[in-house]
């Protein structure tokens, strides 16, 4: 708009043109100044506020943190899932290897002697390199969603350490036959 424009267009309206009242300004901020301090003295009240604001940002901080945790469908407190955690079956399924990894780890450290001890300490630092291939399997699980080929990868790994405890103890049986048919060989 050009400036005759303008001055045409306030022209016709009713502008209030009128001024404030003299000492208007010094009212404004004497009831200014009366505001602060009905709300305490300026210092406490300037230390409480930054507080609030710390505190307000903190727990903005926090609240963004969280929904960014379940947006992003992890959960900073959660454990790694195990087998048990897919369904019922195979809940049963890891306790039924568990049972009898325990069944055969015992019968396994019974059997412990000097000629039996190099194959025994072996097969527990065997079982105790699958054992952190399970703890991997079990973030990997998390991670994946219950996907069924680390599911697989999980039982696998319970018969793996049964099938080596089997191994050990058969291996064990035939030392034991072999001292005893030495030993029956030098009596006659």
């Not at 303008?6 to 100044?33: Q, T, V």
């Not at 469908?73 to 039924?96: C, G, H, I, Y």
């Amino acid at each position: 708009m050009k400036d005759e424009e303008l001055y045409k267009l306030f022209i016709n309206e009713d502008c209030d043109l009128e001024e404030p009242e003299i000492g208007h300004e010094d009212r404004f901020f004497e009831k200014l100044k009366e505001s602060r301090n009905l709300n305490g003295k300026s210092g406490e009240s300037n230390v409480r506020t930054l507080w609030q604001s710390w505190i307000a940002i903190a727990a903005s901080i926090v609240f963004i943190i969280l929904i960014a945790g379940s947006l992003l469908n992890t959960n900073l407190l959660a454990k790694p899932a195990d087998l048990a955690a897919v369904s019922p079956e195979m809940k049963e399924t890891q306790e039924f290897y568990a049972k009898a990894i325990r069944a055969e780890l015992d019968k396994v450290k019974a059997s412990k002697s000097p000629e039996t001890k190099i194959i025994i300490d072996d097969a527990l630092v065997q079982l105790e390199r699958l054992d952190n291939e399970y703890k991997k399997l079990r973030v990997d699980l998390s991670d994946s969603g219950k996907d069924r080929r680390v599911i697989f990868a999980m039982v696998s790994n319970l018969q793996q350490r049964i099938d080596l405890l089997n191994t050990v103890l058969t291996q064990i049986e035939e030392i034991k036959e072999l001292k005893n048919n030495k030993n029956e060989s030098t009596i006659i």
